[in-house]
């Protein structure tokens, strides 16, 4: 007798989503049953991790983070490198913080993706600085110079998400649509982006908080996303999703004051919102990795 004798499957499904060229792909999503629900269907791919690497060195961050970086903090690949080999990391996160700069080279910036890309061997994620006219030029001409390369960029919001998709459709990317915490803003963006973009190479950011500060919100619409689209099978919320959590976990000054409190605190988000269905979680501090990793498995 199976477990399903039990019950009824559920009618909907995530999409399954491939990240990266043919030989080093990751795939996410793929699941037909809610976070760990093995009991109740497929899990699909298990939940994948990227830590993040900056093509320009970060600033403001604590000692007790920097720390961990601090030979290759001028050196993406080597940064890259230093997270797959010695930290685990699945994916590399690519931050274009080089866009702060008021004189920023974009041409310049798409090779030198395109040399990181070339020199690791995981997938690439490439996400802007969140500024929508900076990172539309920078996403669309590296969706031109890695054309093949299959990344996954981001963010995409309602001012700019036709001219980045369009791009990465010619470029052969996914990308991730985001939306403000509101589970109705991101299916119309969803529904505007499936009209011309393939939803299989799709991840939707709902946006992501940091415990304490408003993960309650982010807990209950990533739930919901899922539950929509394994339960209801809504066709517009099948697509995997991410969580972007370092960034709004080293702001804080919990994180910021204490090394052991820092590390729990983004360890913990990740974990609250794998448990909401993220599919796909991208952190900052090496050590919080490891915690979920052994976490989880």
Known sequence: MQSSDFFELY???????????????????????????AFEGHVGAPVRFALEVFDAPPEGWPEHLRSYYADVLANPVAWADKCVK???????????SSLDSDNFDVAKIAENVKKIADQIAVPLVVMGIGDKDKDTKALVEIAKVCKGENFLLGPLVKENYEEIAKAALEGGH????QSPLDINLCKELNVKLTKFFPKEKMAIDPLSAAIGYGIDYSFSIMERVKQVAVMHNDEMMKMPMVANIGKDCWKTKEAKEDKTQGILWEAITAFTLILAGANLVIMRHPESLKLVKKLIS
């Open 86 to 96: 010695q930290f685990g990391a699945d994916l590399i996160c690519l931050n274009l």
């Open 174 to 177: 996914g990308i991730i649509p």
């Open 11 to 37: 009618k909907g499904d995530v999409k399954e989503l491939a990240i990266g060229p043919e030989g080093k792909a990751i795939k996410i999503g793929g699941e037909k049953t809610l976070p760990f629900h």
